[in-house]
């Protein structure tokens, strides 16, 4: 790589997104993580192979413009956005409330929105530009009690792709990374809808998430070993999709999961449907 990219990573106070700003870091970039809780904002920049770390809520307007502004007066311009940010909401599509349903869309939907759009005008103004967002393979192998936040990540399949026709003239590029099960802390942090204790779907959303969590946090046998990647791993393939000239549209992370895509693609919808309930143990 002939110099340093100038790379903002949002989300990045631990798991993938952490792992992500170690990993450019490595490689020389100057790269700007960030973090709701991040105290605040550096005076100098952080040279080639460092790293700094500023506030920025993906849900605030004001505070993403604040962002995007501290990057270009810092350092003149911007050649990479990594989306990141994001949570899940755990229950079913009848027990999530439109507030749950809005919250879980503001962050992982609108807060990528509200990114690329104070992104692009200065990416769109140097003539470059790479926008990579991490979605997860819940857009194409829906996971049932994750309905929601599945919902989110399929939306992003579609706004990048727009973005990638829209943007292409303009020498800005974009890609989906799409990591299945990963070991971090957002098993911890999902969110649980309110009042499911009284549920109808509540004994089978109880099983359902005990395979959810057991496979994220790595769970027992080969089955689940293979599948479950670090951290690491994942920004491996970002920092993959920051080099490659022409990147595709979608890279999923895992040859398990690359398996499994594939295969969606080719089967019928029901036999698709009875797979996936079945790894949920929901009588399809």
């Not at 792992?19 to 920049?45: D, F, Q």
């Not at 503001?106 to 990416?123: E, I, K, Y």
């Not at 993959?240 to 398996?259: E, F, H, Q, S």
Request: proline share 5%.
């Amino acid at each position: 790589m002939d110099k340093p990219l100038v790379i903002l990573v949002s989300g990045a106070s631990s798991g993938i997104g952490r792992a992500i700003v170690e990993t450019l870091t490595r490689e020389g970039h100057r790269v700007i993580g960030t973090s709701r809780r991040a105290s605040g904002y550096p005076e100098k920049a952080a040279d080639p192979g460092g790293a700094a770390m500023i506030p920025l809520d993906v849900t605030d307007q004001s505070s993403v413009d604040q962002a995007v502004s501290y990057v270009y007066e810092q350092y003149g311009r911007l050649d990479v956005l990594v989306n990141n940010a994001g949570f899940g909401v755990a229950g079913s599509v009848e027990d999530t409330s439109p507030e749950e349903a809005f919250a879980q869309f503001d962050t992982n939907f609108f807060g990528v929105h509200r990114m690329v759009r104070a992104v692009l005008p200065l990416m769109r103004a140097q003539g470059s530009g790479r926008i990579v967002t991490v979605g997860s393979v819940a857009a194409i192998l829906t996971v049932p009690y994750q309905g929601l936040y599945s919902a989110t990540k399929h939306a992003l399949e579609a706004l990048m792709e727009a973005i990638r026709i829209e943007c292409w003239s303009f020498g800005i590029k974009g890609v989906l990374v799409e990591p299945g099960d990963t070991k971090t802390g957002f098993t911890g942090s999902r969110v649980y809808c309110e009042d499911t204790a009284d549920s109808p779907y509540c004994e089978a959303f109880q099983k359902a998430m005990k395979t959810i969590e057991r496979s994220e946090q790595g769970g027992s046998g080969l089955f689940r070993r293979f599948t479950c990647h670090s951290p690491k791993k994942v920004a491996k393939t970002v920092c993959r999709a920051v080099r490659r000239k022409n990147p595709p549209v979608r890279i999923t992370v895992g040859a398990a999961y690359k398996l499994a895509v594939f295969l969606k693609r080719l089967m019928p919808d029901r036999v698709a449907e009875f797979f996936v309930g079945n790894v949920y143990k929901s009588d399809i």
